[in-house]
Nanobody, 112 residues
Framework: EVQLMESGGGLVQPGGSRRLSCVTS????????MYWVRQAPGKGLEWVSS????????KYADNVKGRFTISRDNARNTLYLQMNSLKTEDTATYYC?????RGQGTQVTVSS
């Protein structure tokens, strides 16, 4: 059974930082591109970032570029998203995703 388990969400002040983790199991992690996507209240799903199998190719949405960093630890089957300089518009549920499924999400709220 494929499982993606996100963690690390919470309440953070504008300008703050947060690190999200996604522990995976049930598939060959290091054979797959991985993604972070998010969904803000009342809005659709938005792609945030991607990373290739080896972690040497990363891509970011324009509105997070320079602030967020995606990474992976293939030995631990874990995906990360380091989020810095957070803004109120980053408030959303963040999901770890493969090409065919995603986790349950972790809520990030940016508010003073």
């Amino acid at each position: 059974e494929v499982q993606l388990m996100e963690s690390g969400g919470g309440l953070v002040q504008p300008g703050g930082s947060r690190r999200l983790s996604c522990v995976t199991s049930g598939f060959i992690f290091d054979n797959n591109w991985m993604y972070w996507v998010r969904q803000a209240p009342g809005k659709g799903l938005e792609w945030v970032s991607s990373i290739n199998h080896g972690g040497d190719i990363t891509k970011y949405a324009d509105n997070v570029k320079g602030r967020f960093t995606i990474s992976r630890d293939n030995a631990r089957n874990t995906l990360y998203l380091q989020m810095n300089s957070l803004k109120t518009e980053d408030t959303a549920t963040y999901y770890c995703k493969t090409n065919w499924t995603r986790g349950q999400g972790t809520q990030v709220t940016v508010s003073s």
